[in-house]
Every structure is written in C-alpha cells, then in structure tokens.
C-alpha cells in the first residue's frame, strides 16, 4: 500500500505491461475521459517540449484520454528559481540577445528540434562570429551545426563542469568582484554540519533568515539578509577559515573551489572520455570569452 515503502524492483517490460493494463482497465470501467495525461514533469519544463508535452499527448489524443490545458505547475519553480539562482524560471536575457554574444555554450539539449525558435538566434549568432559550443552525448542536429561539439560521456556532465571550474579557478580567470556580490560564495559555512551560518547562530537576538559573510576590511561576521546583493563598507572575503563568534567556518567558494580541486582535467578525462587538453581549452576559452551564455 502506499506509504509503506515496500518496493519491488520489476523489468521495464513488466513496468509498461501493468501501466497498460491499468489504463484499460480504467478507460473500460469508467470511459476514456477518466485518465488525464500530462506532458510535463520530473526534468521536463512545464510546457513540455517535443520529447515530454509532444509525445505524451499524441499518446493521450489516441486514447481518449482527458488533456490539460495551461500550465500543470503550481508557483513553486519560479519561487525556486528566484531563491536559488536569483531570477525566475525563463529569466536573463531573450535569446535575441545571444547575437551580441562571444561564445554560446547549449549544454544537453537539442534545440535544432526542441526548440527551433531560439535555435534560430542561435544560428544568427554563429553567422555573426559567435562560437556555438554544444555539450553532448550524441551527434544530434544542434551538434552538427555547432562551431564546436564536446561528446561528454553520458551522466558525466558534473565532472565536466568540475573539471572547468578547476582551470578556471587555477588560471584566476573569474571575476571575483561579481562573484563576492551576486552569488552565495561568501557566505560562511559552519565546519560541524555543513549548512550555512545564520546570524542566529552567532548572536541571541540575530534573525534566523540572515546569512553570514566575513567582512575583509573590518575582521568580523556580518550578517546578510536574503536577496541583498551588497552592504555598504561592507568587503565580503571570498577565501578562508573563521571563527563566528565561537563557530568555526569556511566560505561556500572555498567548498566549491575545493570539490573543483579533484577534478585535475586528467582525472575527468578519464571520466568523461575527452582529452584533457580539450577540457584546458574549453575552459580557458569560455572564461576568457567577454560574454559566454
């Protein structure tokens, strides 16, 4: 029954056997209208796209089935997307800008066929000088368009990425003003559980909602409100150990900086099945790129 966790691991023939037998069973007991299918979910974008929305409702259209009409998702992901990346869902800038750019980098998706509007200033682009850059498995329509194509080795993607961060990182070729004022990777982390340090945690009546960074110039923690990308007088410390207040911590950057550190480009070529003079190359040319989407 659900809830009691009681799983059984069954083959995918067996898996679409038993979805089949129950949306005829249904679909027989209660008509064709009484199973609703949605394109959207999991990875998949809410609109869907030709591999969720296109698909499933095809199958849906030749079943009968019940379709939806608008969107299937509540505000969570554009709550999200602003909380975690500082934009809503679909924010920057409109891929008619992408014609100003120095390098495009489309990483996992085959925009020449699931998404030909923007592929379109893709191309406009890449007439214009830009270098189109597509990460992927397979040599799919976008690839074969593209300046450039770096065939990753399928689920390898966050070792690549590891692996540029480490060039990028190691040649000093980010711009750590930017960094230290419009991402979390000043905040402190604490060393005993990991998670980031609160003003709560360093001063009784501190609000629980504050992160902390380490003021450079003055030597001490200050607290910083959600959503605030600088304080006056206030030089976020990207780098270093601290202690808050009796609380030992480090910066995010120095986390990240330190999980990069184990992906020499040797080690992810290994992984990722890609010259490690590729991967140098890649990253010191999307670092030094002057606008790189």
């Known amino acids: 029954k659900r809830g009691e966790g009681k799983w059984q691991r069954i083959s995918w023939d067996e898996a679409l056997d038993t979805i089949a037998a129950k949306i005829k069973q ?11 299918m949605s394109g ?21 259209n030749l079943l009968g089935c019940t379709d939806i009409v608008g ?8 709550c999200a997307g602003l ?5 809503f869902f679909g924010g920057g800038n409109d891929a008619a800008d992408w014609v100003n750019s120095d390098m495009l980098i489309i990483w996992g998706e085959n925009m020449a066929e699931s998404a030909m509007r923007d ?10 000088g830009t270098k189109v850059v597509v990460v992927s498995p ?7 368009l593209a300046s450039e194509w770096i065939p990753v080795e399928p689920r390898t993607d966050a070792a690549l990425a590891l692996a540029l961060l480490h060039v990028i990182l190691d040649v000093e070729r980010f711009d750590a003003e930017y960094v230290a004022h419009h991402t979390v990777a000043p905040f ?44 006056n007088g206030v030089t976020p410390a990207l780098s270093g150990n601290f202690d808050a207040a009796g609380t ?14 184990e992906y020499v480009p040797e080690q992810a070529a290994d992984i990722c099945k890609l010259p490690a003079d590729k991967i140098r190359a890649f990253a010191r040319e999307y670092a030094g790129a002057g606008g790189a989407p």
């Open 40 to 60: 959207s979910g999991s990875s998949a974008v809410p609109i869907g796209g030709l591999n969720a929305g296109g698909a499933t409702t095809r199958l849906g």
């Open 138 to 144: 397979t040599y799919d329509a976008t690839a074969a």
């Open 71 to 78: 969107w299937t998702v509540d505000g969570g992901p554009f």
């Open 248 to 261: 030992p911590c480090r910066t995010a950057f120095d986390l990240l900086a330190g999980k990069a550190a």
């Open 119 to 128: 592929f379109n200033h893709a191309m406009r682009a890449k007439q214009q």
């Open 83 to 87: 909380v975690n990346y500082g934009f």
């Open 188 to 231: 402190l982390v604490r060393d005993d559980n990991g998670q980031f340090l609160r003003e709560s945690d360093i001063a009784a009546d501190g609000n629980v909602e504050n992160y902390v960074v380490w003021d450079a110039a003055a030597g001490r923690p200050v607290a910083m409100p959600p959503n605030t990308q600088k304080l």
């Open 26 to 36: 249904i679909q027989a007991e209660y008509g064709p209208e009484a199973v609703l």
